[in-house]
């Protein structure tokens, strides 16, 4: 983002301009900053928040994100008491509840049998390695 010299703000190709915030989609994250410059925040390509920003975008959900922006700005910039804390604990909390789909990976049943094949053969190992300790444990003491 540059000013130029009548006061306006011109945006790079990677930029977008949502309410008085500045989203720039950089190599391995989005950027999210006031257009002012005071604040700043980034976001990952690994994180869901990244992903939230990129659908957005591409679906044009501008007042979305621009009330998610808003809402990650004012948290950041209080001076919290408990009250406001609970209150936004309790909004996210009803937020994981109307989508668990977004928070919780769902496994398709062949996936969730085939992890809890590999969590048995892991813990046969382990047994099979215990008894072995314990019989060259035994061994050594007799000696």
């Known amino acids: 983002m540059k000013i130029n010299k009548k006061g306006e703000i011109k945006l790079a190709k990677n930029e977008i301009k949502i309410g008085e915030f500045i989203v720039s989609k950089e190599t391995n ?10 604040w700043t925040i980034r976001f990952a390509k690994t994180t869901i928040n990244y992903n939230l920003i990129d659908a ?26 408990d009250n406001f ?15 668990p789909d977004l928070y919780v990976p769902q496994l398709s049943e062949q996936k969730d049998k085939e992890i809890i094949e590999e969590m048995k053969k892991e813990r ?20």
């Open 56 to 81: 957005a975008i591409k679906e044009k959900q501008y007042n979305v994100l621009k009330n998610w922006i808003v809402v990650l700005y004012d948290v950041a910039n209080v001076v919290p008491d």
């Open 85 to 99: 804390l609970s209150t936004i604990h309790t909004a996210a909390e009803e937020c994981y509840a109307r989508r």
């Open 124 to 143: 046969e190992i382990l047994e099979k390695a215990k008894k072995e300790r314990e019989q060259l444990q035994n061994t050594y003491k007799k000696n």
């Open 29 to 38: 994250h989005y950027k999210i900053s006031t257009t002012s410059g005071n």
